[in-house]
């Protein structure tokens, strides 16, 4: 079982900036991928950015790069916490963001994706 736990979101203008936390606490030496997704009114969940299992690679919307940044810290024993910055922000961010977690079970070889509550991101023009 993963548990996690989200911070951040908030209001701003566009142009601003804002920061998103995510803290995985539980079965993290079984994490595979860990990432952040959002869903704006309407529209389906889509990716913002995630670590590939492993943390080898980052994956980014292509609507994010070179403005939102995902970091990973596992220094402490007890959860993963995985931010993403997100910088010059446009009123077309704006959604509800959700963190994802996936938990890869390497014996039985199956995974099993856990989701944060979600925080809201809005952008005013």
């Known amino acids: 079982q993963v548990r996690l736990v989200e911070s951040g979101g908030g209001l701003v203008q566009s142009g601003g900036s804002l920061r998103l936390s995510c803290a995985a606490f539980g079965n993290i030496h079984h994490l595979g991928a860990m990432g952040w997704y959002r869903q704006a009114p309407g529209k389906q969940r889509e990716l913002v950015a995630a670590f590939t299992k492993g943390g080898e690679s980052t994956d980014y919307s292509d609507s994010v790069k070179g403005r939102f940044t995902l970091s990973k810290d596992s220094k402490d024993n007890a959860k993963v916490t995985v931010d993403l910055q997100m910088n010059d922000l446009k009123p077309e961010d704006t959604a509800l963001y959700y963190c994802?977690?996936?938990?890869?079970?390497?014996?039985?070889?199956?995974?099993?994706?856990?989701w944060g509550q979600g925080t809201q991101v809005t952008v005013s023009s």
């Open positions: 994802n977690a996936v938990e890869v079970d390497a014996i039985l070889d199956t995974k099993k994706d856990y």
